[in-house]
């Protein structure tokens, strides 16, 4: 390989150079084999050692030829850097470990007369003695010159620059079940931002965050700001959108809850929906994406760390299956949501606190305070399908019942492989609204409430982990609901419980949890508020049922 193969190569005055990021690593002694220091900050630490030896060498420091030489040796799992008393396979520790899974890239290029070069962009955690780390960004480059021409050292550096970028391609997970996929390389993307979500500070976060770390990464973009609602609704729905390998949404879960619908509406729908979606926070929840970071193993963040922390799951390029959930209302309408449904208190925090959005986060920290103070009370009737067998076993059926399309009976389900094509997915565990719930569901003798809530993601918002158990495709809605009778104090207990999780072990009576696969709830009046993927919807009787693996998501695990 040009002078680029496990053999030790001698090198010419040089080391390397870090451009930008974080602090050196200290030497860790020879005896002690302890991890990488940029492995901090996630909850489970990186596997020991590097691996085998796959390249070696002795190279120069950035463009500079009077810097003193560096060992490197690429092992599968990282970059091993040692200075000038360090030699490649020496039984001392590297001066420094660059993790590949932290890599987003790396390029070769010509240096000054006839040296070349290759660099990495690596974003590993670093972070204060206390509270979370962040990634950070950290940029290495390696000088060349080893031959007497230029050709042959920039086919060394592109040698090497070749194999950081795909053993940087991250694993796919073998496990049964489940798809996961990974992005090309080089990769297009439409990114669909709101400027005008949350604080109203997404274009210029993703000028100055998003679109360096992509570049880096190989990822082009083709921008599309909305300028009116339904805007990226209606674009996705129309758009010939075989030109990009994924959709990005800069903006809350408002916005990627119009893309999901307006792709559910294309003829296409179910090829469309195997592009994998991108969430990067830029509202004032962000919750989707709060619950992407949790899923990846990181420690809670928010603001611009959660948005590193998302663009950089983005440019690693993992995808996997996420479920839906199927709403249909009394009215005709059928919704697709990836996040919750709402009505009553948590609602109206979500739709109270509009006025506040340019506070950002902090809207629903006064918004809560606020409907604490006139807390109300909900009647209606709330039914549902136990997700486990043992809560409610479904009888035999001589006749199934009708699937619902559109909130109107529908026709009886064709075999498996003859559903017209395009037609959307059917509601096989729901009967229509104006008939009453098949009789091996659980219907609650409670008709007052404080609030329901059926989500599917871990958490309702940044701060907020209402579901610790949820996944992306659990196959399951978490259904929560809050029955009349509690006490102010003990409903701010449990949400300040929530920001860690433990709401649950509260055991508040009034609180009450049971995973479930439909729901069906009837309000006696229309006073109040609903809400889909915080979005507000009018106050009518609804139900739901869940749809496993209906879309793809850019995961980092």
Request: aromatic fraction near 6%; proline fraction near 10%; glycine fraction near 10%.
């Amino acid at each position: 390989m040009n002078g680029a193969g496990p053999a030790a190569i001698a090198g010419r005055r040089g080391g390397c150079q870090q451009r930008s990021g974080g602090r050196r690593s200290p030497v860790r002694p020879a005896p002690v084999p302890v991890p990488p220091p940029m492995a901090a900050g996630r909850r489970a630490p990186p596997e020991p050692g590097g691996g085998p030896v796959l390249l070696q060498g002795i190279f120069g420091a950035g463009p500079t030829p009077d810097a003193a030489s560096c060992s490197l040796v690429l092992t599968p799992r990282e970059l091993q850097v040692r200075g000038p008393g360090g030699a490649c396979g020496g039984s001392a520790g590297p001066d420094a470990a660059l993790r590949l899974a932290d890599c987003v890239g790396s390029t070769a290029f010509p240096g000054p007369a006839v040296a070349a070069c290759f660099s990495l962009v690596c974003y590993p955690f670093r972070g204060p003695r206390w509270g979370p780390p962040a990634r950070q960004r950290l940029e290495r480059t390696f000088r060349v010159c080893l031959c007497p021409d230029a050709e042959g050292n920039l086919r060394i550096a592109q040698a090497w620059s070749r194999r950081i970028r795909e053993l940087s391609v991250p694993a796919v997970p073998e496990q049964d079940g489940d798809s996961y996929g990974v992005l090309p390389r080089p990769c297009r993307a439409l990114v669909l931002l709101n400027p005008q979500s949350g604080a109203g500070r997404a274009l210029e976060d993703f000028q100055a965050v998003v679109q360096p770390m992509l570049a880096e990464a190989e990822i082009a973009t083709t921008v599309f700001i909305t300028e009116r609602p339904h805007h990226a609704h209606e674009k996705v729905r129309d758009e010939d959108l075989s030109q990009w390998d994924t959709l990005v949404i800069m903006s809350g879960d408002g916005l990627l809850y119009e893309v999901v619908n307006g792709l559910m509406e294309r003829p296409d729908w179910e090829d469309t929906m195997k592009k994998p979606l991108c969430i990067l926070p830029g509202g004032s929840g962000n919750a989707l994406a709060a619950s992407i970071n949790h899923y990846a193993g990181n420690d809670h963040v928010a603001k611009k760390k959660l948005l590193m922390n998302c663009t950089f799951i983005l440019c690693k390029g993992l995808h996997t299956q996420m479920d839906l959930v199927s709403l249909s209302t009394a009215s005709g309408r059928r919704l697709f949501s990836f996040l919750g449904f709402g009505w009553g208190f948590i609602s109206d925090v979500d739709i109270d606190s509009e006025k506040y959005r340019r506070l950002g986060n902090a809207r629903f920290t006064l918004g809560t305070l606020q409907c604490l103070a006139k807390l109300r009370v909900y009647q209606g009737r709330l039914s549902y399908l136990p997700a486990s067998p043992g809560q409610g076993t479904p009888p035999p059926l001589r006749d199934p019942p009708a699937p619902v399309t559109n909130g109107q009976p529908g026709h009886a389900l064709p075999p498996a492989g003859t559903e017209a094509t395009g037609a959307l997915p059917a509601d096989s565990l729901l009967v229509p609204l104006c008939q009453p719930v098949p009789a091996h569901w659980t219907v609650v003798p409670e008709e007052e409430f404080v609030t329901v809530y059926a989500i599917y993601q871990s958490h309702l918002g940044t701060n907020l982990l209402m579901a610790p158990a949820a996944g992306l495709h659990d196959g399951c809605i978490h259904l929560f609901y809050l029955k009349a009778g509690i006490s102010r104090v003990a409903l701010l207990r449990i949400f300040l419980a929530m920001a860690k999780g433990t709401h649950l072990d509260l055991n508040c009576p009034h609180l009450c949890y049971v995973p479930v696969r439909a729901f069906r709830l009837e309000p006696r009046t229309a006073a109040g508020v609903m809400t889909v993927d915080g979005e507000a919807l009018p106050c009518e009787p609804i139900q739901g049922q869940v749809h496993g693996r209906l879309c793809r998501v850019l995961s980092g695990s």
